[in-house]
């Protein structure tokens, strides 16, 4: 099976720009969970989407959003960029319930 | 507020010795921990994952051990190669809960293996 896939790899913005960060599950999971890593903070959990649903999200603001697809791809949005935003963002699936999350490459960002 | 593990340590081991990662939680109420490896440039890799009904599980030259009594979860690697070199993550879930289905990681720890 393919791995979990990230797009676009790197990414450079501006402060106040908008990004959208693309993620491919492995086919048949339907569980997708968003991370975002940061040296001085780790693993952070944005949120996590299950049947186009987010079922679960962490302590980020509102400008950090996401979306599942039929076919379980998934997006995450990050409007109105700020410096502290750049970061690696890590997406993970798995077939049901965050157990093994399978994770991706990431996509670096870096707001400038 | 939820968190997992230690500050960001580093264990240095001379290859072909044993390491050992220590990792505490905070959830009592986790029913499910799991170790991952991360590389320089890549997501983390699953290594091992143990249920709370378990205090030990075995893998390919790996081991973890849980005990729940002091909240506190170790990684062992036997006979510890430069390929092992990497940051280590623990996590656990807090299970169905108000805590939500989510992973929730501890910062991490270097290992670094000298030849």
């Known amino acids: 099976k393919a791995g979990v896939t990230q797009t676009p790899r790197y990414l450079i913005k501006t402060r106040g720009q908008q990004v959208t960060l693309s993620c491919s599950p492995i086919s048949g999971h339907r569980s997708v969970s968003w991370y975002q890593q940061t040296p001085g903070q780790g693993l952070q959990f944005l949120f996590e989407y299950f049947s186009e649903t987010q079922r679960n999200k962490g302590n980020f603001p509102g400008r950090f959003s996401g979306r599942q697809f039929s076919n379980s791809r998934s997006e995450m949005n990050v409007s109105t960029l700020e410096l502290g935003d750049s970061a690696l963002y890590l997406c993970?699936?798995?077939?049901?319930?965050?157990?093994?999350?399978?994770f991706g490459s990431g996509t670096q960002l870096s707001v400038l | 507020g939820e968190s997992v593990g230690l500050h960001l340590p580093t264990l240095s081991v001379q290859e072909g010795d044993n390491s050992i990662i220590n990792c505490a939680y905070s959830n009592s109420a986790s029913d499910y921990f799991i170790w991952y490896k991360q590389e320089s440039g890549k997501g983390p890799q699953f290594i091992i994952d143990i249920r709370s009904n378990m205090d030990k599980r075995q893998g390919q030259r790996v081991t973890v051990l849980l005990n729940k009594t002091v909240k506190h979860l170790s990684l062992q690697i036997a006979a510890t190669q430069p390929g092992d070199s990497a940051v280590y993550f623990c996590a656990e879930n807090p299970g169905w809960g108000e805590y939500g289905n989510k992973l929730v990681f501890g910062a991490g720890t270097i290992l670094r293996v000298k030849s």
């Open positions: 993970a699936s798995s077939p049901d319930r965050a157990e093994k999350l399978f």
